[in-house]
């Protein structure tokens, strides 16, 4: 007797709001991380979007770590890193010059308005290569 087997669910990152995230005003790029074998969540960043300068930096919000804790950045006199944003290459690519982490946009529109997802992947030493998908909110 043979039973059929329903393929696991995967469990999206939750958004940044579902789970005490701060609000923030304008537009903001979200990106979620995962193990590759199990999609367990490993790392978030949020960003706000400062769309003013050419081309558009990428203050960091928040990093959320697989076990729950959270570093916040941009309140009570904590700076918000900024990211370089790099539009020439394909993927698009956000670096972190501290680290020489990356976060590679595929398929990123950045002058898209509503709410989009699309598929991205981090490089770095600490997190090694990850896939994951981003939500760009304008």
């Keep these: ?8 669910r995967i469990a999206a990152a939750p958004p940044p709001e579902a789970v005490g995230a701060p609000r923030v005003a304008g537009p903001t790029l979200f990106c979620a991380f995962t193990n590759f074998a199990d999609r367990t969540p490993l790392v978030g960043f949020h960003y706000r979007i400062i769309g003013e300068r050419s081309p558009p930096s990428y203050a960091l919000v928040f990093q959320r770590e697989q076990d729950g804790s959270q570093a916040e950045f941009g309140d009570q006199g904590v700076p918000s890193p900024e990211r370089a944003f790099d539009g020439t290459e394909e993927p698009a690519v956000i670096r972190a010059p501290e680290d020489g982490m990356r976060i590679k946009l595929y398929g990123y529109k950045a002058n898209r308005r509503g709410t989009h997802w699309f598929e991205a992947g981090l490089r770095s030493v600490r997190y090694k290569n990850l896939g994951g998908r981003c939500r760009l909110s304008a």
């Design 1 to 8: 007797m043979f039973m059929q087997l329903s393929a696991p």
